[in-house]
Nanobody, 122 residues
Framework: QVQLVESGGGLVQPGGSLKLSCAAS????????MGWYRQAPGKQRQLVAI???????NYADFAKGRFTIARDNAKNTVYLQMNSLKPEDTAVYYC????????????????WGQGTQVTVSS
């Protein structure tokens, strides 16, 4: 079994910063892409940022210049540093990972964390 456990969410004032972490554990051979998504009330889940195993990154337009995604492959952990937060960043943030659980699998499995609430408000 594989688990993704997120941490670091909370309440922050506009202009503030938060750092989210997501650690994968369990039966893991290797992890391909890891990413962060978010879902605000009444809206669809949207991509925030993705990072490949080699460190290449891709950001949603709203995240560019304010958010930074990073990963520690030795710890199977992905991070999201969020700066200059705005009220519109309020959402549940979800971690995602494409995980190889066995060496003979044809494709990696898709896993999600339970989500962590980020609220930006004065």
């Amino acid at each position: 079994q594989v688990q993704l456990v997120e941490s670091g969410g909370g309440l922050v004032q506009p202009g503030g910063s938060l750092k989210l972490s997501c650690a994968a554990s369990g039966s893991i051979v290797s992890i391909n892409d890891m990413g962060w998504y978010r879902q605000a009330p009444g809206k669809q889940r949207q991509l925030v940022a993705i990072i490949t195993r080699g460190g290449s990154t891709n950001y949603a337009d709203f995240a560019k210049g304010r958010f930074t995604i990073a990963r520690d492959n030795a710890k199977n952990t992905v991070y999201l540093q969020m700066n200059s937060l705005k009220p519109e960043d309020t959402a549940v943030y979800y971690c995602n990972a494409k995980i190889w659980r066995t060496m003979w699998a044809r494709t990696p499995d898709d896993y999600w964390g339970q989500g962590t609430q980020v609220t930006v408000s004065s």
